[in-house]
C-alpha cells in the first residue's frame, strides 16, 4: 500500500490523446487528424474490431485474460523459469492489463522495479475498469510501428480498411505486430514480419482458434509492403470544422459518405479531356432540412498542379447567366411579365450598355420562357432594367448571398449577366430557395445539428413565381447525356471562359457544379452547356432515386400568350419614353396603402372574411389587378376592385393600366 501511495495517482491523459476524426451522417469515416504529436491515434471499441482478431489475441498474448485480475502468476512463472533454464527470454509474462499500463506510463528501461509498478498499476486497472474498458484501451493504443498506434489506425493503414473485417491472415498480422513495432513493420521489413505473422498463425492453430487448413491458407496471403492513405473525403469541408472546432474529438458531418465519394470520382474523372491545371467542385444540399450531402472543393485536394487545397465550393467566381432566373423570378413575382409574356430579343442599348447574345445572333420576338431557356441576354437585361439591379442585389443579400461587386461600384444592368462575384456554395443554396417555392434554407453541416445562422429572407416571396421558373427550367434543353425534362438546371459561363457552371434541382435535392481553373486563368472551350452541364446530371444520377417535381401552385396562370390578359401580353414599359407618356396622369394605388397592416379576420376564430378592397388613382382604364403574381379577375374599367386573400401574411398587390403602367404595394393581411 505504501509503495501504491509513492507512486501517485494513475496517469490516464495519455489515453485521451487521440486523433479527431470526421464521421458522415452514419458513422462511416471521412477524414482523421493526427495528434499534436504527430500519430494516428483513432478511437475504437470493441464493436468497431474484428471477433477474429479479438481470439487471436488473446490466445497468443493473455489466454487467462478473463480470468485473472491483472497479473497472471502461472505465465509469470513459466517466464521466469525459462529464462532461468535458458539464460534468455523465452516467453514474456505480461498480461494486456500490464501492457496498458505500460503504455500508460511507458519507462524507457525493462528493469524489475519497472515490471514491479506495471503490476501495480495493472492490479489498480482492474480495480477501476471493466475488462472490455481495458481491452478497448489497448485497441486504441497499441503500437503498430512508426507513427501508428491503436488497431484501427493500422488496419487503415496497413490494409486500407477498417477492422470490422480481417482475414485470418490479416488478424495475425496485427497481432504479431506491437511485440516488436519498429523491426516487424512490414513496409519495411516484409520479411520479418511475415515469420511473426506465421508464428501467431502456428499458436492459434495450436489453441484450436483456427483449423490447420485454416492457418495453412492464411499463411499465404501477401504481407502489405507499403502503406495505404488513410481516407480523406470531405477534406476542405472537415479541415474547416475542425479548425472551428479544435476540442472536438469526433466531428459528425450531414454528409453521405458513399454520395461524397462516388462525387469525388466522378469529379477526377469529368477532368481527364479538360485543361490539366482546372478543377471541379460539387455541392449538393437536401432541399427540406438545408442539409450538406456532399461537398466537393476540388477534384483532388492533393494536387498542386490544380490547386487542389483550395475549396472551390467557397471561392468567389463569376457567375456568367447562372443568376438569369432570379430576374425573372423577380419579374414574375412583380406582375411585370408571365412565362408566356413576349420580350424583344433585338439588338439594343440600354444607357452606354450594349449587350450581345452569347452566340452573338437574336431571335426577335420570343416568350419568356424561351428566352431563359435558351438563355438569351438581350430579355434578361430588358426585364432586369425593369426590376431593377440595385434590387436585384438587394434580394440576393438579403436572401444571405454574399455578393461581391467591382470595388463596391453601384450595380449596373451587368449584373445579370455575371458581373459580380458569388460562390458555388451560395449559388447552390439561392436555386434551394427557388425549389423550396422560395424560401431560403439554412444550411447544415453536421448531422443532428441545427443552423444558429439568422434566419434569411425569401429569395421569392410567391409560390406561383419560383414555380413559374421551375416549370421554364425543367424545359430547358439538356446535355447529350441527359434526357429532357428531368430537372430544372440553369448553365452559366462567365467571360473569357474562366467559369463553367450547372445547378439543377428537383424538389428533393439541388446540386451546384463549378468548373474552372483556381488561378482565374481563361480555360479554351469552358463553356457550361458543354463542361459543366454533363457533370450536373451525371450527379443527379449517382445520388439516383426518381426526380421529383414542384408540385404547380394552385394560382398559377396556365396560359398561352394570345390567351393572356392583355397587359402581361408583352412586357410593360414604366419609364416613359415620350413627352405624352411623361404627362400622362401617373398610376398610384391609393388603398391599401404600402406596408400596411389590413385586418381581415384571419387572426381570429370567425369563419367568415371580409374581402379586401383595393382602389388606384390615375392611370388608363382598364386596371388588372395582380396578388402575389397571379391576375384577379378580368381587366376592369372601374377603379374600385376587390379580393379575398386565401390566408393571413404578406401579400405583394399589384395593378396595371392599359398603358403598362404599373404601381405596387406590399401588404400584411390579418
Known amino acids: 500500500m505504501i509503495y501504491k501511495l509513492s507512486l501517485g495517482e494513475l496517469d490516464l491523459s495519455a489515453s485521451k490523446q ?36 479479438l481470439m487471436m489475441l488473446k490466445a497468443y498474448e493473455d489466454r487467462r485474460f478473463e480470468q485473472h485480475h491483472g497479473v497472471d502468476f502461472r505465465s509469470l512463472a513459466r517466464a521466469g523459469l525459462q529464462l532461468l533454464s535458458n539464460q534468455k527470454v523465452i516467453s514474456g509474462g505480461s498480461t494486456l492489463t500490464m501492457q496498458v499500463a505500460r503504455l500508460l506510463e511507458p519507462r524507457e528501461q525493462r528493469t524489475l522495479g519497472a515490471k514491479f509498478q506495471q503490476l501495480v498499476r495493472a492490479f489498480e486497472l482492474e480495480r477501476r475498469f471493466s475488462k472490455t474498458e481495458i481491452l478497448e484501451l489497448y485497441l486504441m493504443m497499441a503500437p503498430f510501428g512508426g507513427n501508428l498506434e491503436g488497431i484501427r489506425a493500422a488496419s487503415f493503414a496497413y490494409f486500407g480498411k477498417e477492422p470490422q473485417r480481417l482475414s485470418y491472415g490479416e488478424a495475425a498480422l496485427l497481432v504479431a505486430l ?60 472537415a479541415e474547416t470544422l475542425v479548425a472551428a472546432k479544435p476540442k472536438a474529438s469526433i466531428i459528425r458531418l450531414s454528409i453521405n459518405k458513399s454520395l461524397q465519394q462516388s462525387l469525388e470520382t466522378l469529379a477526377r474523372d469529368a477532368l481527364l479531356t479538360i485543361d490539366p491545371k482546372a478543377n471541379i467542385a460539387i455541392f449538393v444540399l437536401d432541399n427540406k432540412s438545408g442539409e450538406v450531402l ?167 416571396t410567391t409560390d406561383v413565381a419560383a414555380w413559374y421558373v421551375f416549370d421554364i427550367l425543367q424545359g430547358a434543353p439538356p ?43 481563361p480555360v479554351a472551350g469552358l463553356v457550361g452547356r458543354q463542361i459543366a452541364a454533363p457533370v450536373l446530371f451525371d450527379a443527379f444520377a449517382h445520388y439516383g432515386g426518381e426526380m421529383q417535381p414542384l408540385q404547380r401552385p394552385k394560382f398559377a396562370l396556365i396560359a398561352t400568350s394570345s390567351t393572356l390578359p392583355p397587359p402581361l401580353r408583352h412586357l410593360r414599359k414604366d419609364i416613359p419614353k415620350t413627352l405624352d407618356a411623361a404627362l400622362k396622369p401617373s398610376l398610384k394605388i391609393a388603398y391599401p396603402l404600402d406596408g400596411a397592416r389590413v385586418d381581415l379576420g384571419y387572426s381570429g376564430s370567425q369563419t367568415d372574411h371580409t374581402d379586401l378592397a383595393m382602389k388606384v388613382l390615375g392611370g388608363k382604364p382598364p386596371f388588372i389587378w395582380i396578388a402575389n403574381g397571379v391576375p384577379i379577375g378580368e381587366a376592369d374599367i372601374r377603379r374600385q376592385a376587390f379580393w379575398k386573400p386565401d390566408g393571413a401574411g404578406f401579400a405583394r398587390i399589384s395593378v396595371m393600366d392599359a398603358d403598362g403602367q404599373v404601381d405596387s404595394v406590399t401588404v400584411r393581411i390579418e
Open 178 to 237: 506491437p511485440q516488436s513495432p519498429e523491426t516487424r513493420r512490414p513496409d519495411r521489413y516484409p520479411n520479418t514480419a511475415l515469420k511473426a505473422r506465421n508464428r501467431v498463425l502456428d499458436k492459434v492453430v495450436e489453441a484450436g482458434i483456427i483449423s490447420e487448413a485454416e492457418g495453412e491458407r492464411a499463411k499465404l496471403e501477401p504481407i502489405p509492403n507499403a502503406r495505404f492513405a488513410f481516407p480523406n473525403h470531405a477534406a476542405h469541408t
Open 479 to 521: 446535355p447529350e447525356n441527359a434526357l429532357a425534362g428531368r430537372i430544372a438546371f440553369k448553365t452559366g459561363t462567365s467571360y473569357g471562359y474562366r467559369d463553367a457552371w450547372a445547378i439543377g434541382y428537383d424538389q428533393r435535392i439541388t446540386i451546384g457544379v463549378w468548373v474552372g481553373r483556381a488561378d482565374n486563368t
Open 294 to 460: 456532399a461537398s466537393v472543393g476540388s477534384s483532388d485536394y492533393m494536387s498542386s498542379e490544380r490547386s487542389g487545397a483550395i475549396d472551390l465550393t467557397q471561392a468567389v467566381r463569376s457567375p456568367g447567366s447562372a443568376l438569369k432566373p432570379f430576374i425573372y423570378a423577380l419579374a414574375f413575382e412583380n406582375g411585370i411579365a408571365h412565362p408566356e409574356t413576349f420580350l424583344d430579343d433585338s439588338p439594343s442599348r440600354f444607357g452606354d450598355y450594349r449587350p450581345e447574345n452569347f452566340d452573338l445572333g437574336y431571335q426577335g420576338n420570343v416568350t419568356a420562357r424561351k428566352a431563359l431557356q435558351l438563355s438569351l441576354n438581350i430579355p434578361s437585361v430588358e426585364l432586369l432594367s425593369e426590376v431593377g439591379a440595385a434590387r436585384f442585389i438587394q434580394r440576393l443579400r438579403q436572401a444571405g448571398a454574399d455578393i461581391a461587386l467591382p470595388q463596391e461600384s453601384a450595380p449596373g444592368l451587368a449584373v445579370g449577366l455575371g458581373g459580380l462575384g458569388i460562390s458555388l456554395v451560395d449559388i447552390t443554396r439561392l436555386y434551394s430557395g427557388l425549389a423550396r417555392y422560395g424560401v431560403m434554407p439554412e444550411l447544415v453541416w453536421e448531422a443532428d445539428a441545427t443552423s444558429h445562422a439568422p434566419i434569411a429572407e425569401s429569395i421569392i
Open 18 to 53: 487521440n486523433s479527431t476524426v470526421v464521421i458522415d451522417r452514419n458513422g462511416q469515416l471521412l477524414r482523421p487528424f493526427t495528434t499534436s504529436a504527430g500519430r494516428w491515434r483513432l478511437p475504437v471499441s470493441m464493436k468497431d474490431v474484428d471477433e477474429r482478431y
